[in-house]
Each structure stands twice: as structure tokens, then as C-alpha cells.
């Protein structure tokens, strides 16, 4: 193992471990040679103190996202699952290739690309969008694959899927089911067939759902929600500014010019758009984003407090002409802004293979049919897991990747990520936990992909959310169910 670092954080001994892996794994197997660009991926390798020398099997961690990096740790129990897990497993806990610190992409890597094409803005869109498409999870599983056969002596192990994960566990039984003892998901089972329309049209209505119980259990956020988003102006508005600025239309690549924002910025600010510290524009879609957390507990009180310090004047009761305080920008833009890939790769986990038509922002389309989630509607909805096209042309940190965006959009070539066949004949034991008021992934939706998938088992739920597994319960009641079964035989 290529060792970076050892140490102990409380009641945690962990090592820190990078391999080399191909940044296109097209022509190249797992476990071989190969040659070609390379990049970094990077591993964790975490023990309980007492089991440092003993001879424990292995689980990896999948974890969610999409562009999410493993968890950093300060005990056992800042992410509740690991406490139980450590008394059974060394644990691995990968961050994902364009994560974490396995070659992070993010706005800098997206001006590189770019600038190796200087005189074809084009040419350079292009060669973003197909770097892109390299960090889905057709490469994801094939760097974990080559990880266990490199670097753990080919021994099979168990896996662990959060989210994002468990789709990358149906890719993982799909490709390489020989290396894996047993699965074990929390709410991550996607449809199969993958179909990003149908995920947002199941989405949508259970955000307006999601924002009329928040409104039932905080009846004066409702007021203080639509003050706040008089406030502000739509994104087709901001849009509209920003495109007189240049006297023309532009075309995503002037909008993905970072030389021309600190011009763009100081013009908003003069026309009076309320700007978030980071000079993002604050816009009723942005706002009506605070819904993402909906799906996670304790959301709602969460959301209420960020509404709660929002207006500056007096005691803070709503009223006209009060303006809107600095903590709660700061607060709106620490709760809407997320990682480098979530946002650019999230309708794109949807993508197997040959798609009979482009995605052509699906959450959009869908959100377009749906009137009650308009930015002039009242009572304003919150809007869940979900990316528009606004994002990337108003967001600072999303501007770059908006060519490459255009051109994914209208892609219809992605990696194979399911193999429905070999999925209907699994034989690793697959544990799933659904929780049935999931707001992000439908358990309907997962409970019809299970009954087509050889040795699955699931447990459904409504005492949790969708962040189930960073309490203590959920990992350990999988767990003893595939104990008890005698699916964890091959371990002892």
C-alpha cells in the first residue's frame, strides 16, 4: 500500500493511503497495468485501537453524493454507522476520483481544460463535458475494483452504500459482483431502468408535501418565507440584467468568463440585488433551494432559525422596508452552496449507456409543469435535490462548468452502469434499508427495483430520514439482519 500518513484521532487509529488509477478506464481492467493519464485516488483506512493488528474483514465505504468525499472523522461517533462497523471491520473509506483529495475538480480544474483550447472555446467546452463524464460511476467502481485487487490482495469485501451509494453498489453487483461478500444500502436504491425524468416527477410533489408540513409545524415561516422572496428578484430577472450588461445576447462561454464577474457583481450591487458574501446574486430560486435539507433531520428547524435572523430592524419582525440582515445571507449561502461535482453531475447518475433521448435538464422540465413551485407563487414551495440551468450561469462557483453543461445536456453516450440481466440473477446478499418518506429517492421507486434483484432484502421505515445511517440504529440493525440470515458466514 502506497502509505501517506498514520495516526490516531479519539478512539480512531486511521491511515492515509493514495494509488494511482487511469483517468480513462476505457481499454484498461482493473488490476492490471495499464498507461495513459492518471489520477490520484485517495484512501482512508480506519480501525478501532484494540483491532489495530488483528485480522479484521473489510468493508468499503460508497458514499453519497454525487462528488462526495468520504467522512471525516473525529470519533466514533461523528458519523454514527463507524462505531458499530469498527467493532466488525477495518473500514476503507475512499474519497471518490474528483473528491475529497483524489484529484478534487473544481473551478480551477474546469479553467485548465479550458485554456488548453484557447483559440476553440468550443473545442474546450467539449473536452470539459467528456472530463466530466470520466468521474461517474462506470470509473467510480472501476477504481475501487482496482483498489481491492492492487492494494487488498484481491480479498473480497463488504460493501456499505449511502445515497448516491447504493446506486453505486447496483453498479458494483452489475460489474464486479465476484469481489463483494454482501451489500448493505440506506437509501440509495435507484430505479432500474434509470430515468431522470421519472425521479423528478415522483421529486416534486413530495417537496411540496415536504414544504406544507414545514409550514404546519412553523405556521409564521410561512409569512417571514414570502416577505423574504418579495425581496428578491427572480433568476430570469438577474438573468435579464446581466444580459443588458454586454448590450447582447451571450453565449455560455461569455457567462462562464470569470474576468467579467467582480464588474458583474458591482453592477447588482448597485442596482440594489440583495448579494450573498461570495457576490452571488440571492434570487428566489436560490432561496426556495433551502428546501434540499428537507430530507434530513432536523431540517425543518434548521431552515426555521436561518428564517428567524432575516430581517435586521427592530426585534426582526417582518416588516416593509427592513432590510435583510448579513447573517442570514451568510446563512443562505452556507446551506445553498455545495460541492464542486454535486450540482454539474447530478441528473447524470441517471445515464446507462446509449440513451434513447438527451437529458435536457430534466428537474427544469418537470419544474416547468408544475406552477405552484413558480417564484411568484405564494405560498412560496421549497424545492428539493435539484439542479437548474440558472445555477450554472449565476452561481460563481458553477459558471465554469455551464459550456460543458450545454453539451452533456444534449448527450446521449454515457458509461454502462447497470446490467439488468446480471442484476435479476445476484447472488451477493444485498441488505437495503428504504425509508418510505425518503424525500429523495423514491421507495416505491427502490422497492420495484429490489423485486427485480437476485437475493435482495430490504428493510422499510418511517422512523428515519434519508441521513438514517449517521445514527447509531440503522448500520447496526442491517447488521444483525444479514448475521442472522447467514449471509456474513463467509467472514467468520
Known amino acids: 500500500m502506497t502509505m501517506l500518513s498514520k495516526y490516531h484521532v479519539p478512539g480512531l487509529a486511521i491511515e492515509d493511503h493514495s494509488i494511482d488509477v487511469p483517468l480513462d478506464w476505457t481499454g484498461h481492467e482493473p488490476g492490471r497495468a495499464f498507461d495513459g493519464e492518471t489520477i490520484k485516488l485517495f484512501y482512508r483506512v480506519v480501525t478501532a485501537p484494540e483491532h489495530v493488528h488483528d485480522d479484521l474483514p473489510l468493508l ?132 432500474v431502468p434509470a430515468d431522470a425524468t421519472e425521479v423528478y416527477e415522483h421529486t416534486f410533489p413530495r417537496m411540496a408535501r415536504k414544504t406544507a408540513c414545514f409550514y404546519e409545524r412553523y405556521p409564521q415561516d410561512r409569512e417571514r418565507a414570502a416577505a423574504i422572496a418579495d425581496r428578491l428578484p427572480t433568476a430570469a430577472q438577474v438573468a435579464e440584467f446581466t444580459d443588458g450588461l454586454t448590450g447582447r ?117 418537470v419544474r416547468d409543469c408544475r406552477s405552484e413551485f413558480d417564484a411568484v407563487a405564494r405560498p412560496l414551495n421549497f424545492t428539493g435535490e435539484a439542479m437548474f440551468p440558472w445555477m450554472f450561469e449565476q452561481e460563481g462557483a458553477l459558471l465554469p462548468f455551464r459550456p460543458a453543461m450545454d453539451l452533456l445536456m444534449e448527450d446521449t453516450r454515457f458509461g454502462v452502469i447497470y446490467d439488468e440481466d446480471q442484476l435479476a440473477r445476484n447472488e451477493v446478499p444485498l441488505q437495503a434499508a428504504v425509508y418510505f418518506d425518503d424525500m429523495y429517492v423514491d421507495s416505491g421507486l427502490q422497492l420495484d427495483t429490489l423485486s427485480r434483484v437476485g437475493n435482495s432484502h430490504y428493510w422499510t421505515t418511517n422512523e428515519f430520514e434519508h441521513d438514517g445511517l449517521h445514527g447509531p440504529l440503522v448500520f447496526k440493525h442491517l447488521y444483525d439482519e444479514a448475521l442472522n440470515r447467514g449471509d456474513l458466514e463467509e467472514l467468520f
Open 249 to 365: 445576447a451571450p453565449t455560455p462561454m461569455m457567462r462562464a468568463d470569470a474576468a467579467h464577474r467582480p464588474g458583474t457583481i458591482a453592477a447588482m450591487a448597485a442596482h440594489g440585488f440583495p448579494l450573498l458574501p461570495n457576490g452571488d446574486p440571492l434570487t428566489v430560486e436560490r432561496f426556495q433551494c433551502l428546501g434540499g435539507d428537507f430530507g434530513m433531520k432536523p431540517s425543518f428547524e434548521r431552515v426555521h432559525w436561518i428564517l428567524d435572523d432575516a430581517f435586521l430592524d427592530g426585534d426582526g419582525t417582518v416588516r416593509d422596508g427592513s432590510p435583510l440582515s448579513d447573517e442570514f445571507l451568510s446563512k443562505v449561502m452556507a446551506a445553498t452552496s455545495s460541492r464542486p461535482l454535486y450540482w454539474p453531475l447530478q441528473e447524470f447518475i441517471y445515464a446507462n449507456g446509449e440513451l434513447d433521448e438527451p437529458i435536457r435538464w430534466a428537474a427544469q422540465r
Open 60 to 191: 468499503i465505504f460508497l458514499q453519497g453524493g454525487p462528488g462526495g468525499a468520504g467522512p471525516r472523522l473525529n470519533s466514533p461517533t461523528s458519523d454514527g454507522w463507524i462505531e458499530e462497523a469498527i467493532r466488525h471491520f477495518r473500514v476503507i473509506l475512499p474519497d471518490q476520483r474528483g473528491t475529497g483529495r483524489s484529484s478534487r475538480v473544481d473551478t480551477h480544474t474546469m479553467a485548465r481544460i479550458a485554456a488548453t483550447h484557447d483559440d476553440d472555446a468550443v473545442a474546450g467546452a467539449r473536452a470539459q463535458a467528456d472530463y466530466l463524464k470520466k468521474f461517474l460511476a462506470d470509473s467510480i467502481v472501476r477504481d475501487f475494483e482496482h483498489l481491492r485487487l492492487t492494494e487488498f490482495g484481491g480479498r473480497k469485501w463488504v460493501t456499505m452504500g449511502q445515497s448516491y451509494g447504493g446506486f453505486l453498489t447496483l453498479t458494483t453487483l452489475s460489474l464486479f459482483p465476484a469481489g463483494v461478500i454482501a451489500s448493505f444500502t440506506t437509501g440509495g436504491i435507484p430505479h
